[in-house]
């Protein structure tokens, strides 16, 4: 079993900058991703950075240039830093890991919200 606690969520004025730390304890094993996703109301849940067991990254369009998904592994966290944030970026982000080959798992965090408005 993995858990994940995500933190550093929080309300930010536009043009600003937050970092996001999902830590994971248990064991991650094998050919896996690791990433944030983001809910807002009313939309369904959408991938915003990835970063997988062999350091291949992933962006949404709509993030690429601004956010950086990074991970330590000597402390089991990645991490998610986000500037120039835009009010489109206000929803819950979710930490995820979740197996890419071989035994399939998929653990999800308990959310954090961030909030981008003046």
């Known amino acids: 079993q993995v858990q994940l606690v995500e933190s550093g969520g929080d309300l930010v004025q536009p043009g600003g900058s937050l970092r996001l730390s999902c830590a994971a304890s248990g064991s991650i094993f094998g050919i896996y991703a690791m990433g944030w996703y983001r809910q807002a109301p009313g939309n369904q849940r959408e991938l915003v950075a990835a970063i997988t067991s062999r350091g291949t990254t992933n962006y949404a369009d709509s993030v690429k240039g601004r956010f950086t998904i990074s991970r330590d592994n000597a402390k089991n966290t990645v991490y998610l830093q986000m500037n120039s944030l835009e009010p489109e970026d206000t929803a819950v982000y979710y930490c995820?890991?979740?197996?890419?080959?071989?035994?399939?798992?998929?653990?999800w965090g308990q959310g954090t919200q961030v909030t981008v408005s003046s």
């Open positions: 995820n890991v979740h197996s890419i080959l071989g035994f399939k798992y998929d653990y």
